[in-house]
């Protein structure tokens, strides 16, 4: 029963008050000097606190010690809490007097003695190597996690002993109590944080530069990523992430490839895990098999991208694209060529004949160098008879005209387009008639006799009409020197000019514009020039789709692999693509090839039902549930469209929650070497019974 008192003072006579009552009657300014007062004592109580919560903590090791000493001397001692209870009673320190502070005795003694024991763990770790020092670090890791479990077991413990609880309510309130307390850090943190949230403004300008940092980790420079795709990349992290979570590198760079070929991905294929990965590709087939739309949402995600995949190499012109007609344009640009090169060179011998010296002859020594330079070569036995013959009537006396010159360099051209050692005979020939010096000897005056100014002008005349015709012949010889520097040019020019098979513009295509060499692309370039690549670009595209469905294929009913795609890619290689295509649209190559991998991979560890026949038996056994429930009364309703929704809810809609993909949760500290401290400190308290009760 609460003590009363009697106040004439209060005006009421004969009334009692209790003493909270009388306490509540106190001015404010006697309460907070009260309060003041009382700041000393409950310095004094924590320090109270604090010294017996080591010392019980203390007793796990020393009690044990106690007892065999106790045994062996025969000489009883006290236990270390009580010890340090008497040595707080000597030191004058406050004693708790009632049962709050009995309970908040007894979550601070837990308290400190799991804050040094905690304390202890971090000291013996630094000095420990290998496997020892990872577990005493493990042990002395998360201090507020376990000074929190160590208050919620004194403050359970407590409480229950206070409300008449035996031994065994007091260990369960404490068992519960420091779980509760351990567990109460981050439920708060959590609860603080999902308060926060709507009223946090997010940092895009930071959020971009984690992206930026965690697409480097996986080798993408985040200045190569188009605008576009970094603004919704942002978008799609701050959306499916928390902040401050850890991003997943790999994840965050696969969702970019897949924003930037418009297809839409799934958890699976951004974190290529089996598992996942097996659930997805099984879970599409069954949904495949069913009669029932709203599960064939993945199967029909699988081919909306198959055909987007395929549309994005249509978009870039491989619909456009035929290899035979890149071959044709390829050669009728080389046969253009040659064409307007040999109607220079013949209107430049036109203009040589028409001259008057133009059949004055020229100097005949080039013919000898010819031989020479067969013989050297070992080739003489290999030159035309035809042409020796020719050639030879000139070192004999006739005259080696212009007309001459011309007519050999034709019979030499005609003899080297038969190939061959006879072709390279005459090769070498017309090399060196090409580039000799056929400049005539100038006229002298004849032996003995006087020449008269009339001779002198008639001479004069007529080393003009040679030195007339020498510069037109030489123009014209430029001009078949230019003429054959671009029929020997490259392979190609030499292919298309060929009179046999490789000419064909069918093996052209193949072989220098889908098969080329990366230099000899750089050649078709240089024939068509930068901005004629269209045919041959479309080419390459129409390649690369026909390697990915296969060749006659529809775009329609097309299924886009992988593998060749990605095959057909590396074999044209990066260096005779960057002579054909831009910087974007080789990204957007590589990123098909490579979402089209994401799309089809089954990783080792995925178990995907590829035969498809336990997807049809499930799918035929969801059918016919279906229809067999449907016959009772309201079946559909109260057992198959549950069914269905939980189907679709916890298997589709999961697939398609990307948040788990791009973020990766750090692992959780066990909780377990959290309450490892706090239940030592209980378990010092406990080890001398009924020592340190109140």
Excluded: C
Excluded at 122 to 144: E, F, I, Y
Excluded at 246 to 272: K, S, V, W
Excluded at 311 to 337: C, K, S
Excluded at 380 to 389: A, D, V
């Amino acid at each position: 029963m609460a003590e009363t008192f009697t106040l004439k003072e209060l005006n009421a006579p004969g009334k009692t008050f209790t003493l909270t009552e009388l306490q509540k009657e106190q001015p404010a300014v006697v309460k907070a000097g009260s309060a003041i007062n009382e700041i000393p004592r409950q310095i004094g109580l924590t320090a109270r606190y604090g010294l017996e919560g080591l010392a019980n903590t203390a007793q796990i090791f020393t009690e044990p010690i106690r007892y065999l000493q106790d045994k062996i001397t025969g000489v009883p001692t006290r236990p270390l809490g009580q010890v340090a209870t008497s040595a707080a009673d000597w030191l004058g320190l406050p004693a708790p007097q009632n049962a709050t502070e009995r309970v908040v005795g007894d979550a601070s003694r837990l308290v400190a003695g799991a804050g040094g024991m905690a304390g202890g763990f971090g000291k013996l770790s630094q000095a420990a190597t290998g496997s020892t020092k990872a577990v005493l670090a493990q042990l002395a890791s998360n201090p507020t996690q376990q000074l929190s479990a160590a208050a919620g077991g004194g403050l359970f413990g407590g409480s229950s002993r206070e409300a008449g609880g035996g031994a065994g309510a007091q260990v369960g309130a404490t068992v519960l109590g420091t779980v509760l307390g351990g567990m109460a850090p981050g439920a708060l943190s959590g609860a603080a944080n999902a308060i926060k949230a709507p009223f946090i403004k997010p940092d895009t300008t930071k959020l971009e530069g984690r992206i930026s940092l965690a697409l480097k980790e996986a080798g993408t420079e985040w200045r190569d990523v188009p605008e576009a795709i970094r603004k919704q990349l942002v978008s799609d992290v701050q959306k499916a992430t928390k902040p401050g979570a850890n991003l997943n590198a790999d994840a965050i760079r696969r969702l970019a490839d897949f924003r930037m070929t418009g297809t839409a991905p799934t958890r699976g294929m951004l974190t290529l895990d089996p598992v996942q990965i097996t659930r997805e590709q099984n879970l599409a087939k069954i949904g495949a098999n069913t009669a029932e739309g709203e599960l064939q949402g993945l199967a029909r995600l699988q081919n909306q991208n198959n055909q987007k995949l395929i549309a994005n190499v249509n978009d870039l012109g491989a619909n456009r694209g035929d290899p035979l007609q890149a071959g044709e344009y390829l050669a009728g640009t080389v046969l253009g060529r040659q064409a307007a090169l040999r109607s220079a060179e013949q209107q430049a011998w036109d203009a040589a004949k028409n001259l008057p010296g133009y059949k004055m002859p020229l100097s005949g020594k080039v013919l000898s160098d010819v031989n020479q330079a067969l013989d050297a070569e070992g080739m003489m036995p290999f030159m035309s008879p035809t042409i020796s013959r020719y050639m030879e009537a000139f070192q004999t006396g006739q005259p080696f005209t212009p007309q001459a010159y011309r007519n050999l360099q034709s019979m030499l051209s005609r003899e080297m387009a038969k190939g061959g050692n006879e072709g390279a005979a005459a090769g070498l020939a017309a090399r060196i008639l090409r580039d000799a010096d056929l400049t005539p000897a100038g006229f002298a005056a004849q032996p003995g006799g006087v020449v008269t100014g009339q001779m002198a002008a008639a001479m004069r005349g007529v080393d003009g009409a040679a030195d007339d015709a020498v510069s037109a012949v030489n123009a014209a010889r430029s001009a078949t020197r230019q003429a054959y520097a671009f029929e020997e040019s490259s392979p190609i020019v030499r292919a298309v000019l060929s009179e046999s098979a490789a000419g064909d513009p069918q093996r052209i295509a193949s072989r220098f514009i889908i098969g080329g060499t990366p230099n000899e692309t750089r050649e078709v370039v240089n024939l068509l020039g930068d901005r004629n690549l269209a045919p041959v670009k479309n080419a390459v595209l129409a390649h690369l789709k026909e390697s990915a469905i296969g060749k006659g294929a529809a775009d329609e009913v097309g299924k886009f692999s992988q593998s060749a795609f990605n095959r057909a890619l590396a074999q044209i290689g990066e260096r005779k693509l960057s002579m054909l295509f831009t910087p974007e649209e080789i990204a957007q190559l590589q990123a098909n090839g490579r979402v089209a991998s994401y799309m089809q991979a089954q990783p080792v560890g995925s178990a995907v039902n590829n035969s498809n026949s336990g997807a049809l038996l499930m799918g035929a056994g969801y059918d016919w549930l279906k229809s067999a429930v449907s016959k009772i009364p309201a079946g559909q309703s109260l057992i198959i469209d549950p069914l269905r929704n939980i189907e679709v809810s916890l298997l589709q809609s999961q697939a398609q929650n990307l948040a788990p993909a791009l973020a990766t949760t750090a692992p959780r500290a066990p909780m377990a070497p959290s309450f490892i401290g706090p239940g030592l400190a209980a378990a010092g308290l406990l080890a001398a019974p009924g020592v340190n009760r109140p």
